[in-house]
């Protein structure tokens, strides 16, 4: 482990242990998830922490019976050895546990999985639909249709001209954020122009690639205004590492003004987006 590696382990360990939940926002040394914001991925958590608990309990079972055995019948424990080759009674188990564990496993993720792919039935007029590309190396959103389509390209901002008092984060803020209501459904329709990137939000529980010429579907509902980040998760080229994904969720009435001025003036519609800074990630990790 290279040096500095286990003090940021460590100050990973108490902010856990301390705030009971992961950062809202990506930590050096962080050691859990991020703080989920909608149902899906509290959901997509909990069958996460049952899962581990089982494959812990399999690891811890698996080692001390090797241990046992080790001990039990080695050379010097047992010089003459056994002459059995199997043993019923202990067949039709590791046959039948294996099988019941995974019939739970199915049972719990089967309904998640369709639940992250399949928005629920509602009416289309509440639903926003956003269309993302990945591109070479940046994202690009597009709002509505036609002639009265809100499109803009969003890239990361440089190192350089990243301006903590506004709560930008290095390599993780975008000059163009994307735009999203909260409390309502949003549909996203991605695609790519290029190669294949992949478009990903942790602490939506989302992540889907974005192939050229194939449109998929993701869908969510944020009910926590607030700043939230991810980034390209596709090895796309050179530039990969600076496709950040940066997503404001605003109170339903902010989205639409930002909306209506974004129709007409992209700079009008950032500095909006400046004057109503939604909380920055401690904050939204504060009021969970």
């Not at 049952?50 to 001990?71: D, G, S, Y």
């Not at 080759?85 to 067949?91: D, F, G, I, M, R």
């Not at 993302?132 to 690009?140: A, D, K, M, N, P």
Request: glycine residues 4%.
């Amino acid at each position: 482990m290279r040096r500095g590696a286990w003090k940021h382990w460590a100050l990973g360990c108490v902010s856990l242990i301390a705030t009971g939940s992961a950062a809202a926002a990506p930590t050096p040394g962080g050691i859990d998830f991020q703080t989920p914001v909608t149902e899906t991925a509290k959901r997509v958590h909990e069958f996460h922490n049952e899962v581990l608990i089982i494959i812990t309990a399999i690891t811890i079972f698996v080692t001390l019976l090797l241990l046992w055995v080790c001990i039990r019948y080695n050379k010097r424990a047992n010089p003459t050895p056994r002459k059995f080759s199997h043993n019923t009674l202990v067949e039709i188990l590791w046959t039948v546990v294996p099988v019941i564990i995974l019939v739970f496993i199915a049972y719990r993720s089967f309904p998640l999985l369709y639940d992250q792919d399949v928005m629920p039935k509602v009416d289309e007029k509440e639903v926003v639909d956003i269309k993302i590309y990945g591109r070479q190396w940046f994202w690009s959103y597009i709002y509505g249709e036609g002639d009265t389509a809100v499109e803009y390209d969003s890239n990361m901002i440089p190192d350089a001209n990243i301006d903590p008092a506004k709560g930008q984060l290095t390599r993780l803020s975008t000059d163009n954020p994307m735009v999203a209501p909260a409390n309502r459904y949003v549909r996203l329709s991605i695609s790519a122009s290029d190669v294949i990137h992949a478009w990903a939000m942790p602490q939506f529980a989302l992540k889907v690639d974005a192939v050229p010429g194939r449109l998929n579907q993701l869908w969510f509902k944020a009910d926590v205004p607030g700043v939230y980040y991810g980034q390209c998760s596709e090895l796309c080229g050179q530039s990969h590492s600076a496709m950040p994904i940066e997503l404001r969720i605003l109170p339903p009435d902010q989205y639409d003004e930002w909306l209506k001025r974004a129709a007409t003036s992209l700079s009008d519609a950032r500095a909006y987006l400046d004057q109503v800074q939604p909380p920055a990630p401690a904050q939204v990790a504060a009021a969970q």
